[in-house]
């Protein structure tokens, strides 16, 4: 490998546009050297491919990937990637069922490359300090509501509707990797409803009930009809007092108090998730924690599907 | 522990009647002490109990617990047989969701006690021999045919249509236990329909496409509306022949040729479940391979649903 880790980033979509190119292009370790769509898409005069097989084939040289496309088509693309030696960045979700993300794990480990399954609202300021807050602390009960309008955050996003695609459990996975990252038990699904448009195979919004190995109830409200002011919270009342992380991840508060706020400036979750990609890759390891994903197929597999009207967008 | 594992058996619906029960009586290694059913059931005139905290309250001395009760009241009876020091072993499917069951393996490996996640149709006579068989070779398509005839073989059993019964897939399961366990590459669900009658909140037929590592399709139907003849039978094409493994992983053979033929005297997948049991309690050891449930999250996951008519038993 060369002093940088030459990276290709493939599926030039809106989240490779908003977050992977500004968060490559800030670190020193990371040298962008092509990219990868459908489409073509010359990126700031770099090589540009229409998929993985004619990246391999053109002899630029790779150390690794990001991949930013739709779940559905991911799996593929990734186990090729391996096959070549590449180290392998995965968008959340990680993959559109759980057995592939187990399969590439393996994959990875058997060819001696690292393997990283991002969640990038982890990497959101006031997620490490909730969890050191939380971790001695008694949980009571908890409260995750992730309210957004899918028309503003995922305009012409069609295959989440697919089945695959998750549906509002997109941005819910989201919730999810910070609430199994902050909550100091392990948490179950008990019972869920997802409302599913008539003319769509994914939910436009859900009820979840969760419950801990100590008994104490966690409910996650998610949806995307959400117009007006946006939610992305995570309430958690203890024996200390009561813990707000609001606005994805990114403000703190206990019992009222702000204990951590976001920082527009230096906003983290890309460029932290780009710091941990090269430190993974330096130490010749993986990270793959399926714990969000899992929760989201347990919803699905245990949950009550409502049709609800049609969405057009 | 005792020379013999004292063991209650929880949960006293048809399964623990057709099968426990006399593969208990069968084994030597294993002696049954106590029942314990909601509607409380005397057998052998053994002690009985309404819940396993009367059994714990009681004083008789138990080493280990089988439960049999629907999954979706499973986790919460074997966290407390847990914390109680005793070994659990679980009907299939180990339970109504994925992250429960992964809690469970960790909770009794902190306690140093033994978890059976067990899979009957594993140990039906034809599936070592099958995966055996096809371990050195090329496999080119699969197909799992099972299709049951809901009113005959789950009589009464209200709770298979409720989520987390699984509705078809409670016998489907089966088919990927032994699927997951002869089939030499990882495969993972491509497209999923699920056919879910309008009362109903569980699908009473599916279609899965699965595809594994090397680009090979594995087809699955399961149909719980079977009349007449039943089928459970996997067919797997290979570079060397064609592999049939019929009545539900007992009769196998290839080419047209009787491999391995099931014996109705010697019937060996509940006395093999408590073979391996025993086994394992004596190693210290647990055995919980989620693989099977993984694959039926995932086709709920990234499946379909289709409503179809109702469903009156």
Partial sequence: MSARIRLALVGMGKIAHDQHLPAIAGNDDIELVATVSRHGEPVGGLPFFPNVEALAASGVAVDAVALCTPPQVRRAI?????????????????????????????AATTRGVSLFASWHSRYADGVEPARSWLSGREVKRATITWREDVRVWHPGQDWIWEP???????PGINALSIATRILP??????????????????PIAARVAFRDTAGSAIAMDLDFRQEGPQHWDIEVETD??????????SVLTIDGKEAVAHDAELHGEYPGLYRRFAEIVRAGESDVDVAPLRLVADAFLRGRHIAVEPFVE
Same sequence: chains 1, 2.
Avoid at 84 to 94: I, N, R, S, T
């Fill in 164 to 170: 695959g695609g998750f549906g509002v459990f997109d």
């Fill in 78 to 106: 990734a186990q090729f990637a391996i096959e070549q030696g590449w180290h392998v960045f995965l968008e959340k979700p990680p993959g559109a069922t759980l057995a592939e993300v187990t399969a590439l794990r393996d």
């Fill in 240 to 249: 200390a007092g009561t813990l707000l992380l609001a606005k994805g991840g």
């Fill in 185 to 202: 038990r392990p948490f179950f699904v008990e019972t869920a409803e997802l409302d599913v448009p008539s003319n769509r195979a994914a």
